[in-house]
């Protein structure tokens, strides 16, 4: 059996995170899921919504590397709007970075099972953009969010190390809750 590529390996690994970040939730009844168990530690809730905007947001910058360009689904498929977000401050790049623990509180976020079906449709989408990586979109030059020129495989390893940070977030929080949080083992 031939050893996978990069663009395999990191399609690979994307998607099992994927499948282990929404799995997180589905045990947690709304109260537990939307539960800040201190000021400085969001909600199950956020962080699927966070990680889901992250998606949407990374989703539309790698749209033009291996199709044609699109918007995100936050915007067209009216998700920002249907939520009741016109005008609410969303932090760095519109996925909560930097917002804040206090203004990341008061979020309007609809109720669990709402955040996890666009979570899936904004994960959906980037998995389907990261399978149509090969050699050469994978070690193309990209510019990333934090303005690094790099390539393609670096900042999808780069968002993997940052959806991995928010699903131990959400273990431990789950744990907290008196859970069982592990999705990894």
């Known amino acids: 059996m031939p050893l996978p590529t990069p663009s395999e390996i990191i399609s690979s690994r994307l998607n099992k995170l994927d499948s282990q970040i929404i799995h997180t939730v589905d045990d947690l009844t709304e109260d ?6 201190a000021a400085t530690a969001p909600s199950c809730k956020w962080h699927l919504w966070h990680m889901a905007r992250w998606a949407d947001y990374v989703q539309g910058l790698l749209s033009p590397v291996v199709d044609v360009k699109t918007p995100e689904l936050w915007e067209f498929a009216g998700v920002a709007d249907e939520w009741g977000f016109k005008g609410v401050n969303l932090g760095m790049w519109g996925v909560g970075s930097g917002l804040g623990n206090e203004s990341g509180q008061s979020l309007p976020l609809p109720s669990v099972a709402k955040v996890r079906s666009y979570t899936k449709e904004a994960f959906d989408l980037l998995e389907k953009r990261v399978a149509k990586l090969d050699d050469e979109s994978f070690n193309a030059p990209f510019t990333d969010w934090h303005e690094n020129d790099t ?4 900042a999808m390893v780069g968002y993997i190390a940052h959806a991995n940070r928010h699903l131990g977030m959400l273990e431990a929080i789950i744990g907290v809750l008196g859970k069982d949080g592990s999705v990894t083992v």
């Open 32 to 37: 537990e899921a939307s539960k800040w168990p």
């Open 151 to 154: 390539n393609v495989g670096d």
